[in-house]
């Protein structure tokens, strides 16, 4: 029986701004529990909220971002349910009427070797995107405390988020911690979410359903607060699984929110999912309308950089980059940013820059569990090596010791260059000695390459090399090695 995943996301931004979406509480994260919690967050009678208008603008700026509609008119519900953590007993959100309606995110594919991950190659596809809607977050429950009881923490209460919902577009693992990644790298990009996961200010929902194939979409149930990318393939991984053997034994799916646990690899039950009417939305009255202007629209556009897709067809176009070199480099705007930094230092040499940043320092950053923005060398100073690869100064090899040496001492390729005596042989006379040196201690080896043995060729240019201690240019050892062993 052949069976075809569906899936879509839920995906919760925090937004930016240092008050909260309806007061001037501050949203700096690991403060002392409590003690950003106004009168606002915490609900007490009388209080009216006020309407942050940088959460606003970030909301426009995502719209723009993803080619959506902006609204012109929206408006602010309540959305009514009872937790601890949540003091008026009802969310400020935004329901029928949000303020970024459809838009599009164009997302590169990776294959992942997990049984739903899709295909074996990468490819290009385009989610959509149902709304993107204002709300406020919840506070937060602290279990199991010295005591054993759990505790109320209300500083994150009215916290801005931006729920990001997409249409149930993709159809495997891969595709969704794609989107999800993509998402989590735009709204980095364009400065209106930190993207921190571990502090909770990108969490991500997943709806996931199985069907036949060209069948109804079946009933979904929903992995609720993912932080993780890993944890993401995982619970879809797993739930999949469960719906198909589910249904395969003769059972029904019943629509629910579920809980993923990264310790055994499950996912279970935690409550019925509720529909929309169960929440009774009803507008807020203590909110007005919000109205944006073609004004403020304009205002916030001007604010938006590059954005990645159209960074990346310049890059191919203009500097003639693949496709890969140009998704790597957009990444991260720190990435591409810094790319183009280095480049003003060698500008004719965008594909040594690209090889340089995809290749070494992203493998450095790697082992050193850095971001992009702790790089601890400079634009310049890799530029500086790149400069001397370029002019021959230095072998691509005799660069990655500069390049090392930079990374964990600092200083400037020159100084570095002629410190460790790193200087390409250039000399044709000194290169030339050094060949004919070589040819006359391996005689019979010359004979046979000159009866055929072409093969013998890397043979003398690895004797040549170790002789010049690594230093010999390597384009005029080939070319004089070429000329001595043909004569």
Request: proline share 5%.
């Amino acid at each position: 029986m052949t069976w075809e995943i569906v899936i879509g996301l839920e995906v919760h931004a925090q937004l930016s701004t240092s008050s909260k979406i309806f007061s001037g509480a501050s949203t700096a994260y690991g403060a002392e529990p409590n003690t950003q919690a106004d009168a606002v967050s915490i609900a007490l009678p009388g209080v009216l909220p006020v309407l942050n208008k940088g959460a606003v603008e970030r909301a426009i700026k995502f719209g723009l971002a993803v080619g959506a509609h902006i609204a012109p008119h929206s408006v602010f519900a309540r959305k009514n349910y009872f937790y601890p953590d949540l003091p008026k007993g009802y969310q400020i959100s935004q329901f029928d009427l949000p303020v970024v309606g459809q838009g599009a995110l164009t997302i590169q594919v990776e294959p992942l070797s997990a049984p739903s991950a899709g295909s074996g190659q990468s490819y290009e596809k385009v989610v959509r995107i149902t709304r993107a809607h204002l709300e406020e977050d919840a506070g937060k429950s602290v279990h199991g405390d010295s005591q054993g009881v759990t505790g109320i923490d209300l500083n994150r209460a009215g916290t801005p988020l931006l729920e990001i919902v997409s249409e149930p577009d993709m159809r495997s693992a891969a595709e969704a911690v794609a989107y999800a990644k993509a998402l989590h790298s735009l709204v980095r990009w364009i400065g209106i979410c930190d993207g921190n996961m571990q502090e909770g200010s990108f969490r991500c929902d997943v709806n996931v359903s199985v069907r036949k194939t060209g069948a109804p979409l079946g009933t979904r149930r929903e992995i609720k607060n993912l932080n993780s990318f890993k944890f993401m393939q995982q619970a879809i991984d797993y739930e999949v699984r469960w719906q198909i053997d589910t249904l395969e034994n003769g059972g029904k799916i019943q629509q629910a929110t579920i809980l993923f646990n990264p310790d055994t690899g499950e996912t279970r039950a935690m409550r019925s999912k509720e529909d929309a009417h169960d929440y009774r939305y009803f507008p807020d009255p203590d909110l007005l309308p919000l109205d944006i202007t073609p004004a403020m629209l304009e205002q916030v556009r001007a604010t938006l950089p590059e954005l990645p897709q159209t960074k990346r067809e310049r890059y191919t176009s203009e500097y003639a980059l693949s496709a890969y070199d140009a998704n790597g480099l957009t990444a991260s705007r720190e990435m591409a940013d810094f790319f183009e930094a280095v480049l003003k230092c060698v500008p004719a040499q965008a594909k040594m820059c690209a090889n340089w940043l995809i290749g070494e320092v992203s493998a450095q950053l790697n082992r050193d569990g850095l971001e992009m923005a702790q790089c601890p060398i400079t634009p310049q100073q890799l530029g500086g090596i790149l400069k001397r690869i370029a002019d021959s100064t230095i072998s691509n090899a005799s660069a990655k010791d500069v390049f090392r040496a930079m990374w964990s001492e600092g200083g400037n390729a020159d100084a570095i260059i002629e410190a460790k005596g790193l200087k390409q042989v250039s000399d044709s006379g000194e290169i030339e000695a050094l060949v004919d040196e070589i040819i006359a201690a391996n005689a019979d080896k010359a004979t046979e390459y000159r009866g055929g043995k072409d093969k013998l060729f890397g043979f003398f240019v690895g004797l040549a090399m170790k002789a010049s201690k690594g230093k010999a240019n390597p384009a005029q050892l080939n070319e004089i090695l070429k000329q001595k062993l043909s004569g």
